[in-house]
């Protein structure tokens, strides 16, 4: 599978190339002042507002300053979570590098752990650089029934301008 | 010395004369005033006192004599009213009266013989033997006795020998001769052993006189109250019936009392205390009283006197009524001696505190003029000594702050400041003797010294010329200095104009430093220009890598119809790469670049500033030289003052020789003062003499033994 690869505190992760809608530059953010620690507010891409969550502080590391290889990672997320609907997420990531073909199946990987809140967290498998484990983006969210009381914008039926 | 003053002209005797006399007079005065008075006083509240109570006593006595002479009648109203005849009927009336009356001692009754007719009854139910006389008379007598059952004891009437049948022949002489049917008192007497006064009423049935009813009182009873008011009084008190009389007085009362007070019987025994007027000491003031009474008229009237025993001349104080029931006469007597008595010890007591005071004040006026006088004595005693120039008497004691004492106070400072000024007196006439024999001594010095004096001048003078031809010589060495200090200058001088010019070629250099310096921040802008442009490279680079990656994701999406697109993207990811290394590099070459540029131009300002260094000591060195070159000049300016000096020494010189030929003249004169001034200390020294013998003539204390 093609995945995208990025280092949080010393840790390797990667996302899945099928839930990224676009990768951006760090754009300017207006800050909710509410709500959990990583929400870190609203960022407008091309004219629809998304939430921005700061995948730092999701994976409980040192929140760090923005640098300049730092991107914004457009996620398309769906699921039960979400009703059966799809909505647009920005993720902040410290840095990216990809895309990368790695599988994540097979001989030498590591299934994960299935601890409550964990479910974020997929299999791990090592490579020449050292170990990386691959993020399940749509269930980056579960647990925090806060961000479902946001009104989330950018539903996937209504985007029809994706792409383009 | 001090002579003696006269005893009336001291301080002492004066102030006995002036204070105590008038002193003791005015006392004495008050004394005797006080005294009158209170004689006044006592004899008006006296006379007043001894009047009311007489007049009281008596008015009480003859209510009392009026009541029983009231009952005595009732009992005879009573027999002529139907009782006479009816013995035992009268017997059990006389109890009852008795029982009733307890001031009453008792009762009688007397029928003249056989005047009812009953005496040959006897003695019959209710009437006893008691109450009968001779040949069976009615002749009863019911008296109180505690002893006697009921109290009562009725006995029979007797005659006695003092009364001389008064009792019974007087209401019936009176009846019988004027008709006269009141009752009448008897004069006292005793009866059956018990002093009495009997009120006897005569008991008249159809006009003819058939016996007597009487009320007895007891003596005793008239005393009490009599001697009551005699004892408050401090007098005695008589009262007079018919040529009789009984005494009231302190004594008397007392025991009368007391027989008052225990029964009858306890008085039975007691001797009769009536005397007859007739030859008693007394005799002469009842005859007064009788004068006076009747004198004064109206019964009741009090007459008071003041009478002189004619036995003993002793003075009394006599009140005198008439009780006009039993016509009897009370008689008040105050002997003067007892109503003197309280007078004497008031005037007694006013006389010693009188005594006291005046001893008190004549003892204290004697002190203080004593002790004043003692003073002042003291005081002329020190200003005799004083005047006769005896200074040598030390400070007296004295105390008290009276004016007395600070007199002596201010003659003993007076003393001591006279003694120290002698003193000082005595120390500066010495001491000017001494000055005066000095300045003998030192005159002659100074007319020595003047001969001496011309002589040095001269040498002066001499001198003074070998100093003018030394100056000479040292202006000549002054000159030569001169000249060798000129050329220093000129040297000086060509040093400074080569320093000048090195300055010059400095200032060049750092001109072209600078100009170097400036150029070299031209080239570093420009290498910050070209890291603008290197940046812009890197982003558009940046932006092509993320267009590259979102191809490639888009690529991926498409799946089997995105390989081929996959590929581009990649190679468009590959030169965005190397677009950004290639900027990459040349920002580290611009940053080296621009490295060697600072440092050129920082080694340019470390230049400029050696440079800056260097002109600054070029300066110093030629302002130095422009220092020694002004102070040689300096040097011409003091040498040239050193020359005018020189002339101004020679100047000097001659002035001094002018001044050195005065010195001797004056020499001489000088000589000439000395002279006279020694004739002056001759006179000063005789007058310190003549001073001296006045000091002389008083002595000092330290010299008082000598």
Same mark, same amino acid.
């Given at each position: 599978?093609?995945?995208?690869?990025? +280092?949080?505190?010393?840790?390797?992760?990667?996302?899945?190339?099928?839930?990224?809608?676009?990768?951006?530059?760090?754009?300017?953010?207006?800050?909710?002042?509410?709500?959990?620690?990583?929400?870190?507010? #609203?960022?407008?891409?091309?004219?629809?507002?998304?939430?921005?969550?700061?995948?730092?502080?999701?994976?409980?590391?040192?929140?760090?300053?923005?640098?300049?290889?730092?991107?914004?990672?457009?996620?398309?997320?769906?699921?039960?979570?979400?009703?059966?609907?799809? +909505?647009?997420?920005?993720? #902040?990531?410290?840095?990216?590098?990809?895309?990368?073909?790695?599988?994540?199946?097979?001989?030498?990987?590591?299934?994960?752990?299935?601890?409550?809140?964990?479910?974020? #967290?997929?299999?791990?498998?090592?490579?020449?650089?050292?170990?990386?484990?691959?993020?399940?983006?749509?269930?980056?969210?579960?647990?925090?029934?806060?961000?479902?009381?946001?009104?989330?914008?950018?539903?996937?039926? +209504?985007?029809?301008?994706?792409?383009? | 010395?001090?002579?003696?003053?006269?005893?009336?002209?001291?301080?002492?005797?004066?102030?006995?004369?002036?204070?105590?006399?008038?002193?003791?007079?005015?006392?004495?005065?008050?004394?005797?005033?006080?005294?009158?008075?209170?004689? $006044?006083?006592?004899?008006?509240?006296?006379?007043?006192?001894?009047?009311?109570?007489?007049?009281?006593?008596?008015?009480?006595?003859?209510?009392?004599?009026?009541?029983?002479?009231?009952?005595?009648?009732?009992?005879?109203?009573?027999?002529?009213?139907?009782?006479? =005849?009816? $013995?035992?009927?009268?017997?059990?009336?006389?109890?009852?009266?008795?029982?009733?009356?307890?001031?009453?001692?008792?009762?009688?009754?007397?029928?003249?013989?056989? &005047?009812?007719?009953?005496?040959?009854?006897?003695?019959?139910?209710?009437?006893?033997?008691?109450?009968?006389?001779? /040949?069976?008379?009615?002749?009863?007598?019911?008296?109180?006795?505690?002893?006697?059952?009921?109290?009562?004891?009725?006995?029979?009437?007797?005659?006695?020998?003092?009364?001389?049948?008064?009792?019974?022949?007087?209401?019936?002489?009176?009846?019988?001769?004027?008709?006269?049917?009141?009752?009448?008192?008897?004069?006292?007497?005793?009866?059956?052993?018990?002093?009495?006064?009997?009120?006897?009423?005569?008991?008249?049935?159809?006009?003819?006189?058939? /016996?007597?009813?009487?009320?007895?009182?007891?003596?005793?009873?008239?005393?009490?109250?009599?001697?009551?008011?005699?004892?408050?009084?401090?007098?005695?008190?008589?009262?007079?019936?018919?040529?009789?009389?009984?005494?009231?007085?302190?004594?008397?009362? &007392?025991?009368?009392?007391?027989?008052?007070?225990?029964?009858?019987?306890?008085?039975? =025994?007691?001797?009769?205390?009536?005397?007859?007027?007739?030859?008693?000491?007394?005799?002469?003031?009842?005859?007064?009283?009788?004068?006076?009474?009747?004198?004064?008229?109206?019964?009741?009237?009090?007459?008071?006197?003041?009478?002189?025993?004619?036995?003993?001349?002793?003075?009394?104080?006599?009140?005198?009524?008439?009780?006009?029931?039993? *016509?009897?006469?009370?008689?008040?007597?105050?002997?003067?001696?007892?109503?003197?008595?309280?007078?004497?010890?008031?005037?007694?007591?006013?006389?010693?505190?009188?005594?006291?005071?005046?001893?008190?004040?004549?003892?204290?006026?004697?002190?203080?003029?004593?002790?004043?006088?003692?003073?002042?004595?003291?005081?002329?005693?020190?200003?005799?000594?004083? &005047?006769?120039?005896?200074?040598?008497?030390?400070?007296?004691?004295?105390?008290?702050?009276?004016?007395?004492?600070?007199?002596?106070?201010?003659?003993?400072?007076?003393?001591?400041?006279?003694?120290?000024?002698?003193?000082?007196?005595?120390?500066?006439?010495?001491?000017?003797?001494?000055?005066?024999?000095?300045?003998?001594?030192?005159?002659?010095?100074?007319?020595?010294?003047?001969?001496?004096?011309?002589?040095?001048?001269?040498?002066?003078?001499?001198?003074?010329?070998?100093?003018?031809?030394?100056?000479?010589?040292?202006?000549?060495?002054?000159?030569?200095?001169? /000249?060798g200090a000129r050329r220093t200058a000129e040297s000086a001088a060509r040093g400074r104009a080569r320093l000048d010019a090195v300055a010059t070629a400095m200032t060049g250099l750092d001109r072209s430093t600078?100009?170097?310096?400036?150029?070299?921040?031209?080239?570093?802008?420009?290498? %910050?220009?070209?890291?603008?442009?290197?940046?812009?490279?890197?982003?558009?680079?940046?932006?092509?890598?993320?267009?590259?990656?979102?191809?490639?994701?888009?690529?991926?999406?498409?799946?089997?119809? =995105?390989?081929?697109?996959?590929?581009?993207?990649?190679?468009?990811? $590959?030169?965005?790469?190397?677009?950004?290394?290639?900027?990459?590099?040349?920002?580290?070459?611009?940053?080296?670049?621009?490295?060697?540029?600072? %440092? *050129?131009?920082?080694?340019?300002?470390r230049f400029t500033v050696e440079m800056e260094r260097g002109t600054g000591e070029v300066g110093a060195a030629a302002a130095e030289l422009a220092e020694i070159i002004r102070a040689i000049d300096g040097s011409?300016?003091?040498?040239?003052?050193?020359?005018?000096?020189?002339? *101004?020494?020679?100047?000097?010189?001659?002035?001094?020789?002018?001044?050195?030929?005065?010195?001797?003249?004056?020499?001489?004169?000088?000589?000439?003062?000395?002279?006279?001034?020694?004739?002056?200390?001759?006179?000063?020294?005789?007058?310190?003499?003549?001073?001296?013998?006045?000091?002389?003539?008083?002595?000092?204390?330290?010299?008082?033994?000598?």
């Open positions: 599978m093609l995945v995208l690869l990025t +280092t949080v505190g010393g840790r390797r992760f990667a996302l899945d190339c099928a839930d990224v809608v676009e990768v951006l530059p760090v754009v300017a953010h207006r800050r909710t002042g509410v709500g959990p620690r990583w929400l870190m507010g #609203l960022i407008n891409v091309r004219g629809q507002l998304l939430p921005l969550v700061d995948l730092t502080q999701i994976v409980d590391a040192e929140p760090t300053a923005l640098r300049l290889a730092s991107r914004i990672v457009v996620l398309r997320l769906e699921g039960e979570l979400f009703d059966g609907a799809a +909505t647009r997420v920005g993720l #902040l990531v410290p840095e990216l590098a990809g895309p990368f073909e790695r599988s994540f199946t097979g001989e030498g990987v590591h299934p994960g752990f299935a601890f409550a809140g964990a479910s974020h #967290l997929g299999p791990t498998v090592a490579d020449e650089h050292g170990m990386v484990q691959l993020l399940r983006c749509r269930r980056l969210l579960e647990g925090d029934a806060v961000l479902r009381e946001l009104p989330l914008g950018g539903v996937d039926g +209504t985007d029809g301008g994706r792409g383009g | 010395m001090a002579h003696d003053v006269a005893f009336h002209r001291s301080l002492l005797g004066r102030s006995i004369l002036l204070g105590v006399v008038p002193a003791v007079a005015l006392v004495l005065a008050v004394v005797g005033l006080n005294a009158y008075r209170a004689w $006044r006083n006592v004899t008006v509240q006296l006379e007043e006192d001894l009047t009311q109570s007489t007049e009281l006593v008596a008015r009480e006595i003859d209510i009392r004599n009026q009541r029983h002479t009231e009952l005595a009648r009732a009992v005879a109203a009573a027999q002529e009213a139907g009782q006479f =005849g009816r $013995r035992a009927e009268t017997l059990r009336m006389l109890e009852t009266l008795v029982r009733a009356n307890p001031e009453i001692h008792g009762a009688s009754i007397a029928y003249e013989p056989d &005047a009812d007719g009953n005496d040959a009854a006897g003695a019959t139910a209710g009437v006893p033997a008691e109450a009968l006389g001779e /040949g069976g008379r009615f002749f009863a007598y019911v008296r109180r006795d505690p002893k006697a059952p009921g109290g009562l004891r009725i006995e029979t009437l007797q005659d006695v020998a003092e009364d001389e049948g008064l009792w019974y022949a007087f209401p019936k002489q009176r009846f019988e001769r004027s008709g006269v049917r009141e009752p009448v008192i008897t004069k006292p007497y005793s009866y059956l052993g018990t002093d009495i006064i009997e009120n006897v009423a005569p008991i008249v049935v159809g006009g003819r006189f058939v /016996g007597i009813a009487g009320v007895d009182v007891a003596l005793s009873a008239v005393q009490t109250r009599a001697g009551d008011v005699a004892r408050r009084l401090g007098g005695e008190i008589y009262i007079e019936t018919r040529g009789w009389f009984v005494a009231a007085s302190t004594d008397a009362a &007392a025991a009368s009392a007391d027989a008052a007070a225990g029964s009858t019987d306890a008085a039975a =025994g007691a001797p009769l205390r009536t005397s007859a007027v007739a030859g008693s000491a007394l005799a002469w003031i009842f005859a007064e009283a009788e004068g006076r009474t009747r004198a004064g008229g109206a019964a009741g009237g009090v007459q008071k006197w003041l009478a002189t025993d004619p036995r003993t001349g002793d003075e009394s104080y006599i009140v005198a009524t008439r009780i006009p029931t039993g *016509g009897w006469t009370l008689v008040l007597r105050k002997s003067m001696a007892a109503v003197t008595a309280g007078l004497a010890e008031t005037v007694f007591w006013n006389m010693l505190t009188s005594a006291i005071g005046v001893a008190a004040l004549v003892a204290l006026l004697a002190g203080g003029a004593a002790a004043i006088s003692r003073r002042v004595r003291a005081a002329r005693a020190l200003a005799e000594r004083i &005047a006769s120039g005896d200074l040598s008497s030390g400070s007296t004691e004295v105390r008290g702050r009276d004016e007395s004492a600070e007199l002596i106070r201010a003659m003993d400072r007076m003393n001591a400041d006279l003694a120290s000024m002698v003193g000082a007196m005595r120390g500066a006439c010495a001491r000017l003797a001494t000055s005066s024999a000095q300045l003998a001594a030192s005159s002659a010095e100074q007319r020595a010294s003047a001969g001496g004096l011309g002589e040095s001048t001269a040498q002066i003078a001499t001198a003074i010329r070998e100093i003018s031809a030394t100056s000479g010589e040292l202006l000549q060495t002054v000159e030569s200095i001169d /000249g600078r100009d170097i310096e400036d150029r070299l921040e031209v080239i570093a802008e420009k290498a %910050a220009a070209i890291s603008t442009v290197v940046v812009t490279i890197a982003k558009v680079a940046e932006q092509t890598n993320l267009l590259s990656v979102n191809a490639a994701i888009e690529a991926e999406k498409a799946g089997e119809a =995105g390989l081929g697109f996959l590929v581009v993207a990649r190679e468009i990811r $590959r030169l965005a790469d190397q677009t950004s290394g290639a900027s990459f590099d040349i920002e580290r070459i611009v940053g080296q670049m621009h490295a060697s540029v600072t %440092a *050129g131009v920082e080694e340019m300002s011409f300016t003091a040498f040239a003052g050193v020359r005018a000096s020189m002339a *101004g020494q020679a100047q000097g010189v001659r002035q001094i020789e002018a001044a050195a030929t005065q010195v001797a003249a004056g020499a001489k004169q000088s000589s000439v003062v000395a002279a006279e001034f020694s004739g002056v200390a001759d006179e000063l020294a005789h007058a310190v003499a003549v001073l001296q013998d006045a000091a002389a003539r008083f002595r000092l204390r330290d010299e008082a033994g000598r």
